[in-house]
């Protein structure tokens, strides 16, 4: 059974660090790309950030792009998101994401953590 | 970047069908996906590549794409179906959320 569990969310202090982590089980992880999608309180979803499953790609959001790092560690089947000068609108649900190639220009995310909520306060 | 664009809300009765419209420049040349996400819980695809849908997920669920818009149609919806819908699309250095529907069936 896939299972993706995320960890590490929390309250953080505005322009403060988290580093949230996401254990996989239960497939090839090194064989998959991976991302992370976030959820404010309310609001819509939002894509915001990609790896692909050797490492070797990777791509943010403007909203994220130069503040939060996404990395793996196939060794230890584990996605990782650095997130640095946290800010208000960072509040949110981070979900970790399998994505399923289906082929040529098919992509979606089909298995989902349960997410882990980041809360920036001042 | 592109954006993805939804109605905020439908309504419909049980047992009528609610249509849900998505609309982006992308869409005439990426494919559309829709997942459904019910209060508290994580998102589950309920259609992708435009009009495919997964195992599971019942045949009342059905989506088209035409030009710049993609369409879920939901035939007979159900009170159980009642919950967030988001469309999807993705290009070669991202991927992009429409903004989300509520569908109540009431």
């Known amino acids: 059974e896939v299972q993706l569990v995320e960890s590490g969310g929390g309250l953080v202090q505005r322009g403060g660090s988290l580093r949230l982590s996401c254990a996989a089980s239960g497939f090839t992880f090194s064989s998959y790309n991976m991302n992370w999608v976030r959820q404010a309180p309310g609001k819509g979803l939002e894509w915001i950030s990609f790896?692909?499953?050797?490492?070797?790609?990777?791509y943010h959001a403007d909203s994220v792009k130069g503040r939060f790092t996404i990395t793996r560690d196939n060794a230890k089947n584990s996605l990782y998101l650095q997130m640095n000068s946290l800010r208000d609108e960072d509040t949110a649900v981070y979900y970790c994401t399998r994505d399923l190639y289906c082929g040529g220009d098919c992509y979606y995310f089909d298995y989902w953590g349960q997410g882990t909520l980041v809360t920036v306060s001042s | 970047s592109y954006e993805l664009t939804q109605p905020p809300s439908v309504s419909v009765s049980p047992g009528q069908t609610a249509r849900i419209t998505c609309s982006g420049d992308?869409?005439?040349?990426?494919?559309a996906y829709w997942y459904q996400q019910k209060a508290g819980q994580a998102p589950v695809v309920v259609i992708h590549e435009d009009s495919k849908r997964p195992s599971g997920i019942p045949e009342r669920f059905s989506g088209s794409s035409s030009g710049t818009m993609a369409t879920l149609t939901i035939s007979g919806a159900q009170v159980e179906d009642e919950a967030d819908y988001y469309c999807y699309s993705t290009d070669s250095t991202g991927r992009v959320f429409g903004g989300g529907t509520k569908l109540t069936v009431l």
């Open positions: 790896i692909s499953s050797s490492g070797s790609s990777i």
């Open positions: 992308v869409l005439p040349r990426k494919y």
